[in-house]
């Protein structure tokens, strides 16, 4: 299962990354209404570099397209935004196709915008100053709500902060929210906003802006990363992954009850990056050996594991807006991206099989078509 073949393709280039997500279909939409030559392959955005020292290696925004026929990355970026002396650490994608806001080790926080050169999507740096994000120091955490007219941060400093977008209004701002906010996520309603970090997790109701719930960790664990289920409705689920001792787990959350549900072992390495389809079916979880696992959100049983997908750190995951596909990204430099693989139904067959050879055996040994002894 580790071995590269069609379902998996993967690139190196030449930066350590960060962050990776695919760019929505929205942003292709909206320069194709301009009757601009965009190519149908999906773009995937991804953010690294070597920092602030001499080492040669630039700090840049990258697109990379994706190939379907081919199951392969394009072996080059198709367009590339030098950052400067910033490096690029998280990125947060506007569902509406705006374009990406980002956080840099240097703390700070900048706004990019889609452009096209003609020929296919690229990105701008953008006139739209961020003002309430300016010197606020490194942010850990960047997302957009469903709807993306909200957009919630969280800082090394413990600071919870969601905004109106693109007014840039506050509508919470909590100072200790945790020591450091490690990750956030809004239900899929846009209602509630979970935030983990050192300590319990901590749900928000974004309508009164205001703490409503608070996910206690039982004996060593230790939350990192944190996604509500895409679906709304009965089968909305919470989902925190943990660390516990050396492995990773991952602990599903009543929405309503705020209750914990389960507790799943997945992985005897931690887990360092995590995400979940848009149709709920399915979870990528990252260790820092770069394994890479799909897992079944309906019975939580591994589907598929990719042993060494990256020779380090698995950096980011994100799943393609029809759920059949996984970019994922490391601090090796490379970029891949896994197919999802419809299960295996050979096996109830075989199931079947032997049941009715059973029975037959049973009624002809019963006729006295079969000797007694076979």
Not at 97 to 119: A, H, M, P, V
Request: aromatic residues 8%; charged residues 20%.
């Amino acid at each position: 299962m580790g071995e590269a073949g069609k379902e998996f393709s993967c690139k190196n280039y030449g930066v350590p990354l960060y962050a990776a997500a695919w760019v929505p279909s929205a942003a292709v939409r909206l320069h194709t209404a301009n009757e601009l030559k965009i190519p149908a392959k999906p773009l995937v955005v991804l953010a690294g570099g070597g920092g602030e020292g001499n080492t040669g290696i630039p700090n840049a925004l990258l697109l990379s397209a994706f190939d379907s026929e081919s199951c392969a990355l394009s072996d080059q970026p198709v367009a590339k935004l030098g950052t400067g002396s910033d490096l690029p650490y998280r990125i947060g994608v506007h569902p509406g196709g705006e374009g990406i806001i980002c956080s840099f080790l240097t703390k700070k926080c900048r706004w990019f915008e889609w452009d096209s050169n003609g020929q296919t999507l690229r990105l701008k740096s953008s006139e739209k100053v961020l003002k309430p994000l300016e010197d606020v120091g490194l942010q850990l955490a960047l997302t957009f709500n469903t709807e993306g007219n909200l957009l919630a941060v969280g800082g090394e400093d413990g600071k919870l902060r969601v905004f109106k977008w693109p007014a840039m209004e506050s509508i919470l701002g909590e100072t200790n929210a945790h020591p450091s906010v490690e990750d956030l996520d809004f239900s899929p309603d846009g209602k509630f906003l979970v935030s983990v970090g050192s300590g319990p997790g901590r749900i928000w109701d974004v309508a009164s802006s205001s703490s409503v719930a608070s996910l206690p960790q039982e004996n060593d664990e230790i939350f990192r990363f944190c996604r509500f289920s895409r679906s709304i409705g009965t089968d909305q689920v919470l989902y925190i992954t943990t660390k516990r001792d050396k492995g990773g787990s991952i602990v599903k959350w009543n929405p309503t009850s705020w209750e914990r549900i389960s507790s799943t072992f997945v992985s005897r390495d931690p887990v360092t990056a995590f995400n979940v389809s848009p149709d709920g079916k399915l979870l990528a979880v990252g260790t820092t050996e770069g394994d890479i696992l799909i897992i079944s959100s309906a019975n939580m049983r591994t589907r598929t594991v990719i042993k060494n997908a990256h020779r380090l750190n698995v950096t980011a995951l994100a799943f393609s807006s029809d759920s059949r596909a996984v970019v994922s990204a490391s601090y090796d430099s490379s970029s891949r991206v896994t197919l999802i693989k419809d299960e295996k139904k050979g096996g109830l067959w075989i199931i079947v099989f032997f049941i009715l050879l059973a029975v037959a055996l049973y009624y002809a040994k019963d006729s006295g078509y079969l000797p007694l002894e076979l």
